[in-house]
Antibody, heavy 130, light 111 residues
Framework: QVTLRESAPALVKPTETLTLTCSLS??????????VTWIRQPPGKALEWLAL???????YYNSSLMARLTISKDTSKNQVVLKMTNMDPKDTATYYC??????????????????????WGRGMLVTVSS | QSVLTQPPSASGTPGQRVTISCSGA????????VQWYQQLPGSAPKLLIY???QRPSGVPDRFSGSKSGTSASLAISGLRSDDEAHYYC????????????FGTGTKVTVL
């Protein structure tokens, strides 16, 4: 069975660094076309894409948050980790770990336009407050 | 602020057909694939449509997607009470540094 499970502290203080861990089961990030991405949703608001790590270990970031984000993987534990620095109350949101599918376009280029997000974790609410 | 614009709400009675629009630009919908996601109350989103009009295994054919120019649409036919949810479109945006963007979301109410 393919699952993704997020873990993180439920409460972080302003200026702290948030570490989100996604434990993968039933698939490997080493398989062609497999990616893991992080997406967040502030309470009552729309979805916002944060970062993606693909099967070639290429990293992609939301350009407006890039300076604060680092995505990485621990192959031995089958986990993907997202770090977000300098947390602010505006970062309060449910954070989702999601399996993404990628591929090469007709020219052989690995295009982000090919991505789609086919399996979502349950999400983890993280509150930023002093 | 999202670059993909959706109507905030849509509604219909059971059995009706409801269509949700998603308006973008040449840098996103106009040049890349569109996906649609359904978010039931209190749940994580679920992939409904990918590559403009493809349905993942298990998604009923009552859901269909289309794209024309810089706009996309999701149609729900034979509306059911359990279709009541938020729906989001999404696409890659090629402008400047590039970003994956979601729509503003549409709440579908079954009357």
């Amino acid at each position: 069975q393919v699952t993704l499970r997020e873990s993180a502290p439920a409460l972080v203080k302003p200026t702290e660094t948030l570490t989100l861990t996604c434990s993968l089961s039933g698939f490997s990030l080493n398989t062609d076309g497999m990616c893991v991405t992080w997406i967040r949703q502030p309470p009552g608001k729309a979805l916002e894409w944060l970062a993606l790590l693909d099967w070639d270990d290429d990293e992609y970031y939301n350009s407006s948050l890039m300076a604060r984000l680092t995505i990485s993987k621990d192959t031995s534990k089958n986990q993907v980790v997202l770090k977000m620095t300098n947390m602010d109350p505006k970062d309060t949101a449910t954070y989702y770990c999601v399996r993404a599918r990628g591929s090469y376009d007709s020219t052989g280029y690995k295009s982000p336009g090919e991505w789609y997000f086919d399996l979502w974790g349950r999400g983890m609410l993280v509150t930023v407050s002093s | 602020q999202s670059v993909l614009t959706q109507p905030p709400s849509a509604s219909g009675t059971p059995g009706q057909r409801v269509t949700i629009s998603c308006s973008g630009a040449n840098s996103n919908i106009g040049s890349d694939y569109v996906q649609w996601y359904q978010q039931l109350p209190g749940s994580a989103p679920k992939l409904l449509i990918y590559r403009n009009d493809q349905r993942p295994s298990g998604v009923p054919d009552r859901f269909s997607g289309s794209k024309s120019g810089t706009s996309a649409s999701l149609a729900i036919s034979g509306l059911r009470s359990d279709d009541e949810a938020h729906y989001y479109c999404a696409s890659w945006d090629d402008s400047l540094t590039g970003n994956f963007v979601f729509g503003t979301g549409t709440k579908v109410t079954v009357l």
